[in-house]
């Protein structure tokens, strides 16, 4: 959580007639009525994007918005914003906001969730935004894995299943460098199995998982190599599989 960030989305909201008490939030409209973050969320994050303010201040407001309420809504009136009829928002603070919130020792998981399905499951969108959260960064990571770097690329790989194979296998192969982001990368590859959308090659995502230092009764660790070495591509595509799987394995 980025403190100034957030004090001056508190100020904003204040601003529209909206403070945090104790139990949570209420508005100058309706005094006696208690709001929950996500219905704050919902009323007025999109405001922040009819501020009269340049594109990066508003986009910046939204982030400390997110920091304030950490609902997933914020970051869908990013992304609608983003995708709005005034053009994209400014690429270096929408994906530095994005690497900051990764990075945090907090939970992510509005951040992670918002990349998950907004950004990774959209083709359109899902190279960019896999190679700006970590793609463009592993080879530090793992010449340099500081914690929060370490937060950051585990957490991406967690969620990576819907990213295009061809897109997010090179980081996949320089990640297998590094014990330390092993875990995040085998549930990456069982991500990509299971994922609606999840994508991979079953011979070269068999390689990788094999040569991940985890242990051998790690949990559904023996069911993905076997729909793996059976040639399966998705759980989706190949219904039956995962239980022929853990009937195989049991």
């Not at 959260?133 to 967690?158: F, K, Q, T, Y």
């Not at 549930?187 to 070269?204: I, K, N, T, W």
Request: include cysteine.
């Amino acid at each position: 959580m980025e403190r100034q960030a957030v004090e001056t989305a508190r100020r904003w909201l204040a601003d529209q007639g909206v403070r945090q008490v104790r139990d949570g939030w209420v508005s100058d409209e309706k005094p006696g009525e208690l709001l929950t973050a996500a219905q704050v969320a919902q009323s007025w994050a999109g405001d922040v994007f009819a501020e009269d303010l340049d594109t990066a201040d508003q986009l910046r407001l939204a982030f400390g918005l997110l920091d304030l309420l950490d609902e997933y809504w914020v970051t869908c009136e990013i992304r609608f914003a983003h995708d709005g009829s005034e053009g994209s928002l400014p690429a270096d603070v929408l994906w530095d906001g994005y690497r900051r919130r990764l990075e945090v020792d907090r939970d992510a998981e509005a951040v992670t969730y918002s990349l998950w399905v907004d950004w990774f499951e959209d083709h359109t969108t899902s190279a960019t935004a896999f190679a700006e959260v970590l793609g463009n960064d592993i080879d530090r990571v793992v010449a340099d894995p500081s914690e929060a770097l370490l937060r950051r690329a585990c957490r991406v790989l967690e969620c990576s299943g819907p990213v295009r194979w061809p897109v997010k296998v090179p980081t996949y192969r320089i990640a297998l460098r590094l014990p330390a982001l092993h875990p995040a990368l085998f549930r990456g590859l069982r991500a990509s199995f299971h994922d609606v959308y999840g994508d991979l090659e079953p011979a070269a995502a068999l390689t990788l998982l094999d040569q991940l230092d985890i242990p051998m009764n790690t949990q559904h660790r023996a069911e993905l190599r076997h729909v793996l070495a059976a040639g399966h591509k998705n759980h989706y595509r190949s219904p039956g599989a995962w239980d022929d799987a853990v009937r195989a394995c049991s």
